[in-house]
């Protein structure tokens, strides 16, 4: 069985086109998915892909987590499909409340741009089994509004479940709290994270490494096995 | 036609470097005195047809599900009654 992986294009989606390309290097079927079609065309998975859907008007995701894919996505997630959201396909899923906190404006008011380092915390979801638990990556960071927060009591929730998936190293690019880069849902299925793997699956593109490449492979895997 | 105004401001708790941002530049512009900024979102909302208890409690559901993101924002709902103050200055 080939896995099939949708990527959803919103208006103002900048990295469905790597994305579609980095679950095709990774060896599964990219199906692009249009966000006025409530239809998932059959996907195993879906990644909600980076960018700055309807312009981040409102607030980041705010305006996309209504469009009709979404109805079916939030559905189809609850009910067990693996979701991955990038950067603002992670804003969109807290909006679409898959995912517990918020994400606001960056503590210094500017755009980043650069190769960050993460450590993966959590290796048993979907879409990191291929990593391994306290693995440093790689990956590129671009976001504006990248500050991750919740309440004391949420934060706490998700560290004493081991639901923080990925942490910055190097310092935090953004004022997330407990440095923050990822997360993850109660079942394990769903994962935010702000950097873009997507970015790293090419050794002359990105980082210049394949640190990103994981994601899809794991999930992959994870839907062979399934 | 009703205005409805619906004011969404960042929660006590959460940082606003915006307001930051604005309140640090204050001092420079020869503005003294003011201890705080915080920044917010105003939306006025033209309602068609009566401002009655059914459409705020409807505009109350608008603000909470889509204007504001109650994990980080507080919001207020209100009907804006004098004409005069839509008068610009």
Redesign the interface.
């Known amino acids: 069985m080939t896995a099939r992986i949708g990527v959803v294009t919103f208006p103002g989606t900048l990295d469905d086109r790597d994305a579609l390309r980095a679950v095709r290097l990774a060896g599964a079927a990219p199906v692009p998915l249009w966000h006025r079609d409530k239809d998932l065309h059959q996907v195993d998975a879906v990644v909600l892909a980076g960018g700055f859907s309807y312009g981040d008007y409102?607030?980041a995701g705010?305006i996309s987590r209504?469009s009709p894919v979404m109805e079916t996505i939030i559905a189809q997630a609850k009910a067990g499909m693996p979701v991955l959201g990038i950067c603002n396909g992670f804003q969109i899923l807290?909006?679409a409340h898959l995912l517990?906190?918020?994400m606001?404006?960056?503590?210094?008011?500017h755009f980043i741009c650069r190769d960050q380092r993460l450590r993966v915390e959590n290796a048993e979801t979907s879409w990191t089994s291929d990593y391994s638990a306290g693995q440093e990556i790689s990956v590129p960071l671009k976001n504006v509004d990248g500050?991750y927060?919740?309440d004391e009591h949420t934060l706490d929730e998700l560290e004493a479940e081991g639901r923080v998936v990925f942490r910055y190293l190097d310092g935090n690019p953004n004022?997330s709290l407990r440095d923050i880069a990822g997360i993850t849902n109660a079942a394990g299925n769903v994962v935010g994270l702000m950097p873009h793997p997507e970015h790293a699956v090419e050794p002359l593109v990105g980082t210049g490494g394949t640190d990103g490449l994981g994601f899809f492979t794991s999930i992959i895997k994870k839907l062979v096995n399934a | 036609m009703a205005r409805v105004v619906v004011d969404v401001m960042l929660k006590p708790e959460i940082l606003d470097p915006q307001g930051q941002a604005v309140q640090r530049a204050l001092p420079r512009l020869g503005f003294d005195g003011i201890a705080d900024v915080r920044q917010g979102k105003r939306f006025e909302l033209e309602v068609e047809g009566p401002v009655d208890a059914a459409a705020l409690a409807r505009i109350d559901e608008l603000a909470e599900t889509f204007l504001a993101n109650t994990v980080i924002e507080d919001f207020t709902v209100r009907v804006e009654t004098d004409e005069k103050s839509e008068e610009p200055k």
């Open positions: 409102l607030r705010a209504f807290t909006e517990p906190g918020a606001l404006r960056n503590n210094h008011l500050r927060t919740a004022g």
